[in-house]
Every structure is written in C-alpha cells, then in structure tokens.
C-alpha cells in the first residue's frame, strides 16, 4: 500500500513557476515509478509526466515539454514537478500517481496503481 499527499499548488500569475511536490508513505516508494497527471474542469485526466525509480527515465506530454520537470528524491520518499512558465490552460487539479514496476514510464491513467488527493494550480492571465 502505497500513500500519496501532493502539496505546492495555488494561483499563480501567467508566466510564472510553481513547484509540486508529493511525498509517498511506506518503505517501497523505490520500486514505483512515478506520474503526474492533471484534470481541468469538465475534462478526463491528463498526462503530464512520468519517471522511473532511479530517476534515469523520465517522459513528459508534448504540452510542458520545456517548461515542466518532473524529479524524485527516494531518500524523502518525494516527487515533484517544476512548473515554470506557467499558461491559464495549465489551470487543474494535479494529481500525482505511483505505478508499478518501477522502470515503467505510463501513460494511462489506468495503468496506475495509487492516486493522491491532488492539489490546485490556477494560472491567471
């Protein structure tokens, strides 16, 4: 069982960065790999990024590439997501996800194992 609870989120103006962060419970955080998805209202959720355990894999949706980096540090047992760059259609909740095996760098939210609550990221114009 695996626990996540995001945090970091809030209005920001456009252009602007925020960092995400989400901190996993348990001792087998290493054997997950990680994804951050979001969802804007009325809308399925949305790829965003992925890594794998070691951090040595990462992928990232055609739409943040540039302006998003996802990072993970297994001795805090923390992912998180640099936004920067921030536009109003980066408006949602975002949600961070743990998938296992770990080398795997999904997609699809199907695919993963453990959802966090999310948090809120409002980007205005």
């Known amino acids: 069982q695996v626990q996540l609870v995001e945090s970091g989120g809030g209005l920001v103006q456009a252009g602007g960065s925020l960092r995400l962060s989400c901190v996993a419970s348990?001792?087998?955080?290493?054997?997950?790999?990680m994804g951050w998805f979001r969802q804007a209202p009325g809308k399925e959720h949305e790829f965003v990024a992925s890594?794998?355990?070691?951090?040595?894999?990462?992928s990232y949706a055609d739409s943040v590439k540039g302006r998003f980096t996802i990072s993970r540090d297994n001795a805090k047992n923390t992912v998180y997501l640099q936004m920067n760059s921030l536009k109003v259609e980066d408006t949602a909740v975002y949600y961070c996800?743990?998938?296992?095996?770990?080398?795997?760098?999904?997609?699809?939210?199907?695919?993963?194992?453990?959802w966090g609550q999310g948090t809120q990221v409002t980007v205005s114009s």
């Open positions: 348990g001792r087998t955080f290493i054997q997950y790999a």
């Open positions: 996800a743990a998938n296992w095996p770990g080398n795997s760098l999904e997609t699809v939210p199907s695919e993963y194992d453990y």
């Open positions: 890594i794998s355990w070691s951090g040595g894999g990462t």
